[in-house]
C-alpha cells in the first residue's frame, strides 16, 4: 500500500463522512444545492451552539453549497462542532490538517482529531487512523498498530476498510493477523484509544486466541475470574490453558496447574495441581515456582521438602519474584545438616554453584532478579 493509496482512501473518508453527516436531523443531504433560506437556518443554529448545524455549516462552506467556497469558515465551523464533540466534526476537521485546508498543515494535529473521533466509534476515522500509522503520517509508522485500526473500520462497518484488511493480511501474514487482534483486545481492555469494554476486549481477544498465545492467556484471566461482568467459564478456560501448555508455556502449564489446586471445571487435585506447577516453574513461571515452594513447605499435594522449597524460591526469585528471595534467605537456616547437603546436591544437578547461590539469596541489598540470569547459567528442563 503506498502513500498514494491511503490518500485516496481517506478521500473516500470525506465522501463517506459526508453521507453520514447528512442524517444529523437539522442539515440538508450533502448532494443537493442548500438554499439561500437553508443556509440562513443553518448559521442561526450554528450560532445558538447547535453541532449538527455547525458541521453542517462547515461542509456547506468546505463544498462551496449555497455559500462561497472558503476553507478557513469550514474549519471554524468543524472546529466548533468539534469541540462539542461531534465525531463527524473532528474527522472532518482531522482531514482538513492533514490536506493544509484553512488552517496550516499538522499532520499531528490531524492524528490527534482523528482519534478523538474513532474513540466515539467513527468509522472513517479509524480508517484514517490505519492510514496515517500506515505511512507514517503524524505518527511513527506502525504497521500494526495500522492494521487493528483497519479490522475496527471494517467492524464498524465502513466498506472502504475491505480492501486495506485484505492488504494488510497479505503483508504481514498469520502473524500480523495475530498480533493486530491482540492489539484491538488490548486497546479496549486499556480503555486509552477507545472506551473501555472488557465484553469487546473478550471478543477480540477470543478472535486471537487461536494463533496468539498472550491473547489466549488473557482470554482464559477473563473467564476465570469474570471480569467485567463476564460469565466465569473454567472449561473454556481449561480448554485455553491446556492448550497453551501444550506448547510448554510456563503461564499455560501455571494456569492448569491453578485451574486443579482450586477445582475450577476439575474436581479439586493438588497433587495434579502440584505437577503442573513444577513444569511451569521450570518453563519461566515464577509465581508457579514460589506457589509449589509453600505447598512443599506446607505439604500440601507434595511430601514437606524444604530444601526443595528453597531451590523453588531461588528459582522463582531468578524468574521475577523479588519477594521469594527474602523467603529463601529465612528458609536455608531452619535446615539440619542433611537437608543442606541436599539443597547443595540439587543446586549442582541444576548446574548451580551453592555458593553463589546462597551469596545472591544471603546479600541484603536490593538486587535485580534478572542479575543471576547473567551470572548463573540457564535451568535446562529436561525432556
Known amino acids: 500500500m503506498s502513500l498514494f493509496f491511503a490518500l485516496i482512501l481517506a478521500a473516500a473518508s470525506r465522501q463517506a463522512s459526508a453521507q453520514v453527516s ?12 442548500l438554499s439561500s433560506n437553508e443556509i440562513s437556518k443553518l448559521k442561526a443554529e ?15 462552506y468546505e463544498k462551496g453549497n449555497g455559500v462561497p467556497q472558503n476553507d478557513e469558515l469550514a474549519v471554524k465551523w468543524f472546529r466548533r462542532a468539534a469541540d462539542q464533540n461531534n465525531a463527524v466534526a473532528e474527522n472532518e476537521l482531522g482531514l482538513m490538517y492533514v490536506l493544509g485546508r484553512g488552517v496550516q498543515k499538522d499532520k499531528e494535529e490531524a492524528v490527534r482529531w482523528y482519534h478523538e473521533a474513532a474513540k466515539q466509534g467513527n468509522p472513517q476515522a479509524m480508517f484514517n487512523l490505519g492510514a496515517s500509522y500506515y505511512n507514517g503520517d503524524g505518527v511513527p509508522e506502525n504497521l500494526t498498530t495500522s492494521y487493528a485500526w483497519f479490522l475496527l473500520a471494517q467492524d464498524a462497518g465502513y466498506p472502504e476498510a475491505n480492501e486495506a484488511v485484505n492488504r494488510s493480511a497479505e503483508e504481514g501474514g498469520k ?7 491482540l492489539r484491538v483486545a488490548t486497546m479496549y481492555e486499556k480503555g486509552e484509544d477507545l472506551p473501555q469494554s472488557y465484553q469487546n476486549a473478550a471478543r477480540w481477544y477470543r478472535r486471537g486466541a487461536d494463533t496468539n498465545p ?28 491446556s492448550n497453551l501448555a ?44 514460589l506457589t509449589l515452594a509453600d505447598m512443599h513447605l506446607n505439604g500440601e499435594g507434595v511430601p ?31 535446615m539440619n545438616a542433611e537437608e543442606t547437603n541436599r539443597l547443595d546436591k540439587k543446586l549442582r544437578e541444576h548446574h548451580f554453584d551453592p555458593k553463589r547461590v546462597y551469596a545472591i539469596v544471603d546479600d541484603p541489598a536490593p538486587s535485580d532478579p534478572a542479575h543471576t540470569r547473567q551470572v548463573l547459567p540457564l535451568v535446562i528442563r529436561p525432556n
Open 246 to 289: 501444550k506448547g510448554r508455556s510456563g503461564w499455560g502449564e501455571y494456569c492448569v496447574g491453578y485451574l486443579h489446586e482450586h477445582g475450577l471445571g476439575v474436581p479439586p487435585d493438588l497433587a495434579e495441581a502440584a505437577r503442573w506447577y513444577g513444569d511451569a516453574a521450570l518453563d519461566g513461571s515464577g509465581k508457579a515456582a
Open 46 to 60: 450554528a450560532e445558538q451552539g447547535g453541532a449538527s448545524a455547525q458541521l453542517a455549516l462547515g461542509q456547506a
Open 214 to 241: 498472550e491473547a489466549a492467556m488473557r482470554l482464559a484471566i477473563f473467564l476465570i475470574n469474570g471480569v467485567g461482568g463476564l460469565n466465569q467459564d473454567y472449561g473454556e478456560a481449561l480448554k485455553l490453558c
Open 175 to 181: 502473524e500480523g493477523t495475530s498480533n493486530a487482534l
Open 304 to 334: 514437606i521438602d524444604r530444601p526443595q522449597a528453597y531451590w523453588l524460591l531461588f528459582l522463582a526469585y531468578r524468574n521475577g519474584v523479588p519477594e521469594a528471595k527474602s523467603q529463601a534467605h529465612a528458609l536455608r537456616p531452619e
Open 22 to 33: 447528512s442524517s444529523q436531523p437539522s442539515q440538508q443531504p450533502t448532494h443537493s444545492k
